[in-house]
Structure formats: structure tokens, C-alpha cells
């Protein structure tokens, strides 16, 4: 199969912080969600039936099916790793399985970046649910408490905490602060967590 390794410069070894690096990193994780509950479904779905069919005709084309999804989800991990990283591009999978149905069989069972696909498709689950919590908790704390004053105003005092309870100025421009004191938190754990994510998706689906 003719496809692109992805190898990091020396530059990206790093995380990096850019002016649209927050809002890349947040997009990659929260994405990461829906992919890997229809990535987790076709793979572990897939191969499962597989198995339990492998004593019928029916589990042969289900798991040669659920391979040739495999190398689909991996190359796209490989987009989107890519894109996040800014690296090139991979190129699409061009390998065949040609000849006859035996052949065909033969070279789809044996086909790595299938395999490697369906088992990172396993993997997206837990790694979405991780990424998606974490991106979506951390930005919407601090971005809402830094909002406060547009909207705090309207509650009612509540039981709890007076910093979390009170409308008052003082305890609204506190809010505000540890708001803002959250901004680089989100920035650079997300930072770390879609870079370790994008880079475990290219050692696993990446053909060496």
C-alpha cells in the first residue's frame, strides 16, 4: 500500500501557542467526541459480529468489511492529526486487494492498517469522552466567569459558597478574575491533551 509515514520536524515536538492554537486544539477535542462513539461502533460493532459469525459465511465479509472501514478511520486520524500538528497531508490508502475472492480475503485479513484503524477506532472512545470533558469544562468555567457581570446579576442569592452565591461587585469582579486566571489553564491543558491525542493517533494508525 502506497501511503504516507508522517515523521514530526524537529519544531513540532513541542506544544505551540498561537493566536488560533486555543481554538484549534478546543475544535480537535470536542470533535473527537461524536468521531469516536461512530468510530468505536463500526470497529468494536464489527468486529465482534465477526467473530461471533466466524463459524458462518456471514463473518467473513463483515470482518473484511469492518478492515477496509479500519483503513478509512485511520487515514482520516491521520487528517486530522495532520491539521492539528500542521503537518502535510497524508495521501488517501491506495492498496488493492486484487484477484480472486480467496485472494482478496487473504490480502484484506492481512492488511495492517486495517487492523491499526479498528483498533484506534476502540481506542477514540475513552480518548473522545477525556478530551470533550475536558475542553468543554475548562472553557466554559472560564469563559463564563469572566461573562458574570452580563448575566450574574439576574439570579437569586443562592446557598453555598458567597463568591459562587452573591451578585454583589466585589464577588463579581473575583469571579471575573479566576476567570481569567483559568484562560492559560484551558489553553495549555488543552494544548497538551489534543497534541498527545493527535500523536498517539499517528504512532497507532501510521504505517512504519
Do not use: N
Not at 52 to 64: D, E, K, Q, R
Request: net charge positive; hydrophobic share 55%; with cysteine.
Amino acid at each position: 500500500m502506497s501511503e504516507i509515514t508522517l515523521r514530526l520536524p524537529p519544531s513540532a515536538r513541542l506544544p505551540r501557542v498561537s493566536p488560533v492554537g486555543p481554538v484549534r486544539d478546543a475544535a480537535y477535542l470536542v470533535a473527537g467526541l461524536p468521531i469516536g462513539v461512530a468510530a468505536f461502533t463500526v470497529a468494536v460493532t464489527g468486529l465482534a459480529l465477526a467473530a461471533g459469525l466466524a463459524v458462518t459465511l456471514l463473518g467473513i465479509p463483515l470482518l473484511i468489511a469492518t478492515l477496509w472501514l479500519g483503513r478509512w478511520l485511520g487515514w482520516g486520524e491521520r487528517v486530522r492529526a495532520a491539521w492539528l500538528l500542521r503537518l502535510p497531508l497524508p495521501s488517501a490508502p491506495r492498496r488493492r486487494w486484487e484477484g480472486d475472492i480467496p485472494r482478496r480475503v487473504k490480502a484484506g485479513v492481512a492488511d495492517g492498517a486495517g487492523w491499526r484503524g479498528a483498533l484506534w477506532g476502540a481506542l477514540m472512545l475513552p480518548l473522545g469522552i477525556l478530551g470533550f470533558t475536558v475542553a468543554v469544562t475548562l472553557w466554559s468555567t472560564a469563559l463564563g466567569l469572566i461573562a458574570s457581570p452580563l448575566w450574574y446579576w439576574s439570579l437569586d442569592d443562592a446557598d453555598g459558597p458567597e463568591v459562587f452565591a452573591s451578585a454583589a461587585v466585589g464577588w463579581t469582579l473575583l469571579r471575573v478574575a479566576v476567570g481569567v486566571l483559568l484562560v492559560p489553564v484551558a489553553v495549555w491543558v488543552c494544548r497538551g491533551l489534543a497534541d498527545a491525542t493527535a500523536r498517539a493517533a499517528l504512532a497507532v494508525t501510521a504505517r512504519r
